[in-house]
């Protein structure tokens, strides 16, 4: 395996995510230093040969570094001008996780106050995607800054998608993609309940509907989820489908776009939470909610 253990990276947020996309870096060879605010979520990337770091600002101090942290406050909270200060000159810092435009652009103006390049870098795809590699990676920032992080991000996923020069806009599709989502996951819930009302097994229709016109991995994957009311352990939880429907429309809101759909979303989502035997779920077991009415 090569291995390149003189380009030291930092990651901060050892989430499901993080540790999977940290782990694809150490597998590859580089000196990764790991920061996570619970500090035993960095064991297993430790015993796998990366280093712990002290604090946030160590993490950030390498010359290329990434984070995968939870929503706009906790990136805004680790990101700031304190521990972006000091380190080597030429830094950049690749933030990949699924926060608002708006946060974007707060964070980016820190970085480059403290004279570190920002590019954001949401992904597509769960945990198991991203500890196989094959995420789709949503990239944007200045060319230069992009050219510099494609290397590492080779590692992590299938394709790099650039969208523009502005860190911003991969988030502003990383918002919309996961607002057709939360579609998806309405419309299957809605076409499940019909043809469960008369007598068609639910697993038969995903498997057709999977299979000739909607092909992929919403369609197959959530579909059976929701066919076999498959919905723990999570994937991807219950409040985080909340949060990412927020972002879609707060990000609306900034350009006055209208969108009809999301107050049905919302209601959905708001029922699920309020329910004690959805609330824990996967965001896809919301489809309970239609079927139940």
Not at 89 to 101: F, L, P, T, Y
Not at 112 to 117: L, M, P, Q, T
Not at 138 to 152: K, N, R, S, T
Not at 199 to 218: H, Q, R, T, Y
Request: aromatic share 6%.
């Amino acid at each position: 395996m090569t291995t390149h253990r003189e380009h030291t990276v930092g990651f901060l947020g050892l989430g499901n995510m993080g540790q999977a996309i940290a782990g694809r870096l150490v597998a590859a060879g580089y000196d990764v230093v790991v920061w996570n605010r619970s500090p035993e979520a960095a064991d297993e990337l430790v015993a796998a040969g990366a280093r712990r770091a002290t604090d946030a600002r160590e993490a950030l101090a390498a010359q290329i570094s990434f984070s995968m942290l939870a929503d706009d406050a906790a990136a805004e909270a680790v990101l700031s001008e304190t521990n972006l200060a000091g380190g080597v000159e030429g830094r950049i810092h690749v933030n990949m996780a699924s926060i608002s435009a708006a946060a974007a652009d707060r964070i980016q103006a820190v970085a480059e106050s403290a004279g570190v390049g920002y590019v954001s870098c949401p992904v597509l795809g769960r945990p198991n995607v991203a500890a196989e590699g094959k995420l789709n990676l949503l990239v944007a920032g200045a060319p230069e800054h992009c050219d510099a992080v494609a290397p590492y991000l080779a590692h992590c996923g299938v394709k790099q998608w650039r969208f523009g020069d502005t860190p911003r806009q991969a988030n502003a599709v990383k918002v919309a993609m996961n607002f057709t989502i939360l579609h998806a996951l309405q419309a299957m819930a809605e076409s499940i309940t019909l043809v469960e009302a008369h007598g068609v097994d639910a697993s038969d229709f995903i498997e057709l509907m999977s299979n000739s016109l909607f092909g992929g991995a919403v369609y197959a994957g959530y579909g059976s989820m929701i066919a076999e009311r498959r919905y723990s352990p999570p994937g991807f939880r219950m409040p985080l489908g909340l949060k990412d429907l927020g972002l879609a429309e707060e990000l609306a809101a900034e350009q006055s776009v209208e969108l009809p759909t999301a107050p049905i979303l919302r209601d959905r989502f708001e029922r699920a939470l309020a329910d004690p035997e959805l609330a824990e779920l996967d965001w896809s077991a919301v489809a309970e909610v239609t079927r139940r009415r």
